[in-house]
């Protein structure tokens, strides 16, 4: 889920056969950084993260993930985000 102070994106992870998740994190941090410095906004920089994120488990060991399969989860997840209204976020 990203919240930012306008909406909230929910986007369920793609089911994949787990092989590992050595690096599953730092690929989905990879994928949110490459998102943002290329000026992409949030919401699809949160996909490409959620994208190179699921990618990695599907990978042996630390292995790095694949360009295809990224691309294959990154149109998947373009499908299935959606927006369900405003961020509720407190400041108490």
Known sequence: MLATKD????LPSPHVRVIS???????????????LALGWEAEDAFRLATACGT????????????LPNIKRLYNYLARK???IGPATLSQD
Not at 55 to 66: D, F, I, R, S, T
């Open 7 to 10: 909406k909230t994106l929910y």
């Open 81 to 83: 985000g959606k927006n």
């Open 21 to 35: 998740a050595s690096g599953a994190g730092d690929s989905f941090v990879a994928g949110m950084v490459q998102g």
């Open 55 to 66: 990618a990695a488990v599907a990978e042996k060991g630390n292995g790095l993930c694949q």
